[in-house]
């Protein structure tokens, strides 16, 4: 169904379906407040508990996130930083508690993206892929062509536009992916461990893209069970373990500073990553 829909993207179909749960989907809240101390504030949980089939993978968390933050969540496997990626999102609905999102001067959400920790490359070229992507986004024709070109180069796969994305090495496809939501132009791009099992180089070129972004003013919500990409990378580190959130803190103080026990133990390897 997908390829036939980029099909029609390519033909400037109609406006994109509900069917495919676009972001424009989720209910409109008010814009949030400023923060005293840093920028406007994008998004908000308060309160937020997540439960699956009665599981609970989130609980009593409650946060901000402020605009060109870069926000890395750490903690061990299943301690819930894809549930809470996927709940700032709007992806995942919250049992209990409020989210909040920001709104653009047009009183509309802001735009936001996600790649996934094993991003969905469809059957198609990379080019298709982009073009799938401003379709379902509601972009019209008229700017694909220059978005796409400017998406595929700024990753580095210009070159390889109409080669099918599903031929790509593991490093390529999640530059594609990258480029499959920077083309997009989001406000807030969240990242579900972007780097792992790359090899080394292509983990390298995920970064320098992520710092560019970051640069950019972008803001960078991230899971990542590397420490050293982490400390890299990201201004905020949140700790979760068994779905609480028992840190929040400057990278600088997490690495540095006083800590919760539990996340001690997890910096220092006492604790079990699963």
């Known amino acids: 169904m997908l390829v036939a829909a980029a099909a029609a993207a390519a033909r400037d179909g109609p406006d994109p379906p509900a069917a495919y749960g676009l972001p424009d989907q989720v209910p409109r809240p008010p814009a949030a407040t400023t923060q005293s101390d840093g920028g406007p504030v994008q998004l908000e949980l308060r309160d937020a508990e997540v439960r699956f089939e009665g599981r609970v993978a989130l609980t009593d968390i409650s946060l901000s996130v402020r605009a060109g933050e870069r926000v890395a969540v750490v903690g061990a496997n299943g301690s819930g930083k894809t549930t809470l990626l996927r709940a700032l999102h709007g992806l995942v609905p919250l049992s209990r508690g409020q989210r909040h999102c920001a709104t653009d001067g047009d009183g509309r959400p802001l735009r936001q993206a996600m790649v996934f920790q094993r991003p969905v490359m469809l059957r198609m070229s990379c080019r298709a892929q982009l073009t799938l992507a401003l379709w379902l986004g509601g972009i019209p024709r ?37 480029a499959r939501a920077w083309v997009l132009t989001p406000q807030i791009l969240f990242l579900d461990e972007p780097t792992a099992n790359l090899d080394p180089t292509a983990k390298r070129e995920v970064e320098i893209l992520i710092e560019d972004f970051a640069a950019e003013g972008l803001t960078l919500v991230m899971s990542s069970h590397n420490l050293g990409q982490v400390k890299r990378l990201a201004s905020r580190v949140l700790y979760l373990e068994e779905g609480r959130l028992l840190a929040d803190s400057d990278t600088e103080r997490f690495f540095n500073g006083h800590l919760p026990r539990e996340a001690e133990l997890f910096l220092k390897g006492e604790l079990p990553w699963g």
Do not use: P, W
């Not at 400017?150 to 990258?178: E, F, I, P, T």
């Open 142 to 178: 008229g700017q694909r062509v220059e978005r796409i070109a400017r998406a595929l180069a700024r990753v580095g796969l210009q070159a390889r536009a109409r080669q099918n994305a599903r031929a790509l090495s593991g490093g390529q496809q999640q530059r594609l992916a990258l």
